[in-house]
């Protein structure tokens, strides 16, 4: 069965990366298929982007060619982008400018209580 995170979710995490400091993740649902990325702090982006989500949860996505270079220019990459539909939590796997990737987990919030920026 395939586990996509419901429409209208919005998942939030404040976070402190090493080289990067603190950053504020966010990943809204718009639509099935559409999903907007909101990065705040040091490296910032806000990008829309298209997604299919596999029976195992994990994202299929196309970032913008303008996110691809912020993320390049910091020496960042988005790893992976999962789905846990038991936990209703989506999991970001970040490869900072280290030896390691970082396992972020952005919890669902309610839409009135998103995080202060």
């Not at 298209?50 to 029976?55: E, I, R």
């Amino acid at each position: 069965m395939l586990h996509s995170p419901p429409i209208g979710a919005l998942y939030e995490l404040v976070a402190k990366i090493p080289i990067l400091g603190e950053q504020r993740f966010r990943l809204k649902i718009v639509n099935e298929g559409i999903a907007e990325l909101v990065i705040d702090g040091l490296l910032a982006v806000n990008d829309s982007v298209h997604y299919n989500v596999t029976h195992d949860g994990d994202f299929v996505f196309e970032l913008s060619d303008t996110t691809k270079e912020v993320l390049k220019r910091f020496k960042t990459d988005l790893v992976k982008v999962r789905y846990c539909n038991k936990t209703d939590t989506s999991i970001v796997i970040v490869r900072p400018p280290l030896p390691t990737n970082i396992k972020l987990s952005l919890k669902r919030r309610p839409p009135s209580s998103s995080l202060k920026p």
